[in-house]
Structures are given as C-alpha cells and as structure tokens.
C-alpha cells in the first residue's frame, strides 16, 4: 500500500512539473519554421574514447555524448550572437518503456523526459557533470510514463485536440533528441560489410533541430537536421560536437594521468 501511495504521488508530481514547464527562451534555435530542411553527420568516432570519458567522470555514455552536444550548441549559438549566459534549452529525449519481455510487439511504447541542458556552463567537464545531474534526476522521476499516458490519450482525440496538445508540448522544448544503440559487431549486407549507419529522429511540434545519436560496431555518428531559417549551417554544429568529444578526452586523460 505504501508503494502505491509512493507511486502515485510521485506520478502526480511529475504530471504537475510537465504541465507546468514554461515555454523554452527565444534562442536562434526555436522560431516560425521555413521549408527547407538541412542536415549534416560526422566522422565515426570511437566508442572507447567516449567510454573512457565516461568511466573517469562518473557519467554514462549517453551523458558525455548529450553533453557535447550541449557545448556544440552553446559554440554555434555564439556564433551567431546569442547570448549564452546562463541559458538552458530543453531536447525532448524518447525513453523506451517496453518490457524485455515484450520487445517483438508491435506499436510504439515510449514516453519523452524534458532535458535541460546547460549552454550557459562554458568549462566542457563542469558541464558534464551538471548535465549528469539533471538526467539522474529524470530517471528517478515518473515523467516518461507520465508522458506516455498522455502521448496514448492525444492519440484517441480529435486531430484538432493532438495539434493543439503537440503544439504545447512543442513549445516547451527547442530541440528532439534521440540516442539508439545499434549492432555491436560489424554486419554484412548481401556479403558486404556495412561501413556505417545513419538515422533521423522525428521531429514534431513546430521543433527546427533534430539531434541523431546512433552507435554500431564500437563507433559513434552524430546527425544533425536543421530548418534552414534558423540554422542554416548544421555542419557547423557537427563540428562542433567532435571538437566538444575530443577536448572533454583530452581533459578526463589529463586527470586519470595525474599521479
């Protein structure tokens, strides 16, 4: 009885913060959309180099790679005279509720967590560690069945009612992202070995940056898509993100090497 009455204050409590989540700030990242899309993918980088960054900070994979994308948004938004001090920006982050046991059913069972991430903290590792923060506090929150529930609800409404909702929704947050764990070993496609893989997240709710996160083989890609009216050079941002990964190695190296 104790655990129900745990789970569903808690459960109450994250529907509140949902609900409650102020529009994200008017960054150069979030905007009336335009047509044209752009999109921009980076070098294979090693798997290892993000694990060793990892295990010298604390941080999960998922953690140091977010992170970089932080700062690579953060350098971008530089850039182009943004103002970054002390600003945050929420990535809408896809977490995967389906049971193991139930992973060959059909339809779709994930809820979304709100991520903000912290552009305005310059230092790569303090960073890191504020970012590692927030998203062990989402894991410990019941947001992403809380999504889920209302995900499932808009999805037996009216189309005007999932417009208006997503529209909410989408104004909370500037940007979706997504990281998906890919085959471990290298595959083969009609005998040929397949060199690398790429994926878009979705992108809904009048959102214009789409961040793809995909690892295979011990190897890690970057994608970024972008509405070309607000940031025209995704490219940038790529580059950005392998700079962010190499100096925060460089940085954890440094440490672990220091008798």
């Known amino acids: 009885a104790l ?32 047509v044209p899309k752009v999109a921009a993918w980076s070098d294979a980088i090693p798997l290892p180099q993000i694990k060793a960054i990892g295990r010298a900070t604390g941080a999960t994979v998922n953690d140091v790679l977010l992170s970089a994308v932080a700062g690579a948004l953060r350098r971008y938004a530089q850039d182009r005279v943004q103002a970054v001090e002390g600003l945050n920006v929420r990535g809408v982050i896809p977490v995967n509720l389906r049971r193991e046991s139930a992973r060959i059913e059909l339809g779709n069972k994930f809820g979304l967590v ?11 590792l303090e960073r890191l560690f504020e970012l590692k923060q927030r998203m062990d506090d989402l894991k410990d929150s019941q947001e992403a069945v809380v999504a889920f529930g209302i995900l499932n609800a808009i999805g037996m409404a009216p189309n005007e009612i999932e417009n208006i909702v997503v529209n909410i929704f989408g104004a909370k947050a500037t940007a979706v992202m997504t990281n998906v764990p890919g085959p471990r070993r290298q595959i083969y496609f009609a005998g040929a070995p397949v060199r690398q893989m790429m994926f878009w997240v979705p992108q809904s709710g009048r959102l214009g940056l789409g961040v793809s996160i995909f690892s295979y083989n011990d190897h890690v890609w970057l994608g970024v898509a972008t509405d070309q009216g607000l940031a025209p050079n995704p490219e940038t941002i790529v580059a950005y993100y392998q700079d962010e990964i190499a100096q925060l190695f460089a940085l954890t190296q440094q440490v672990t090497e220091t008798p």
Do not use: N, Q
């Not at 109450?12 to 335009?34: H, Q, V």
């Open 114 to 124: 709100f991520l903000s991430l912290p552009l305005g903290i310059a230092d790569p």
């Open 3 to 34: 655990d129900y009455a745990r789970l569903g204050r808690e459960t109450t409590m994250a529907l509140g913060r949902l609900l409650l989540l102020p529009p994200d700030p008017k960054t150069i990242y979030k905007g009336p959309l335009s």
